[in-house]
């Protein structure tokens, strides 16, 4: 059982924000093209979203690969992409000075364990950290286990896991003999430090009565990791305890496309609203 509540040691705010920088096509993936889209031009677009979304009062931010598709599994995914999260990872910090994650697709916890320990980084999102189920790259097993001793191994004991349970983009069937809560405890009882709740795809949001049960079954902290707006974020954010946002930051609410200063500051106003009355 973790008793810690890693959110408070890494985040000042309650109900934390943790915006997506959408890295470009890194080096080594099949739409990576340096001459429309270099890596320097790559760091250069996160770094001018990230003081974007610090400017309008996110409280961290999320480096991931999510243009490097068709994705890799995990254990299939080349150095260069360590090399190029670790860079772009430490240089997002660098400028904004906000806590930094990284995610690495798909189910990459080596890949994002070794750049977070480059960069500085204060947390890994791993899709899969226990169970397993049907991905784009097929079976996509539990690293827990291995990721834990990683972790040791790398004397980075500050580099949280943010863990996802019943996660997005993918077939859950092989183990649909267990409820969601009941992955959640698995999670929990194997180590997981943070728990992410999504819909069934990026952009859909989970249900209100899905993250109320969600909560219900684990003592660690539930974030959302997907579908949370300025329409839903009031009540959601009320019976969870932090998000991840990326597509509705983003133009046309759609993830490939540029952060748009407005949407932020809208979403941003409402989560300040929340903490506000929260604390009346």
């Excluded at 890596?39 to 991931?64: P, R, S, T, Y």
């Excluded at 004397?155 to 003999?177: L, P, T």
Aim: negative net charge; proline residues 4%; glycine residues 8%.
């Amino acid at each position: 059982m973790n008793e810690k509540n890693h959110l408070e040691s890494i985040f000042h705010n309650k109900k934390p924000i943790i915006g997506m920088i959408h890295l470009r096509p890194l080096p080594g993936s099949p739409l990576y093209d340096p001459n429309t889209c270099d890596f320097q031009k790559v760091i250069d677009i996160a770094l001018k979203e990230a003081n974007i979304l610090k400017e309008e009062g996110v409280d961290g931010l999320q480096v991931e690969n999510i243009w490097d598709y068709p994705y890799l599994p995990g254990e299939k995914i080349g150095y260069e992409t360590v090399a190029s999260l670790s860079i772009a990872a430490l240089e997002v910090r660098k400028e904004t000075s906000l806590p930094v994650g990284i995610n690495c697709h798909l189910n990459g916890g080596d890949a994002a364990l070794s750049a977070a320990v480059a960069s500085g980084a204060q947390w890994i999102r791993i899709f899969e950290w226990v169970n397993a189920y049907v991905s784009h790259t097929g079976i996509t097993e539990g690293i827990g286990y291995h990721l834990a001793r990683r972790r040791s191994f790398l004397r980075a004991q500050d580099v949280r896991f943010f863990c996802d349970v019943h996660v997005k983009h993918g077939s859950h069937y092989i183990i649909s003999d267990r409820s969601v809560e009941e992955q959640a405890f698995d999670a929990e009882s194997e180590g997981a430090e943070v728990l992410i709740c999504t819909g069934f795809e990026t952009g859909i949001a989970p249900t209100p009565d899905r993250i109320v049960s969600f909560k219900k079954s684990t003592s660690l902290p539930v974030i959302l990791g997907s579908g949370i707006n300025a329409e839903n974020a009031y009540d959601l954010l009320s019976i969870s305890d932090g998000a991840i946002v990326g597509s509705s930051f983003k133009k046309a609410g759609k993830w490939k496309n540029e952060v748009e200063r407005s949407k932020v500051k809208a979403f941003m106003e409402i989560v300040q609203k929340l903490r506000e009355d929260t604390n009346d």
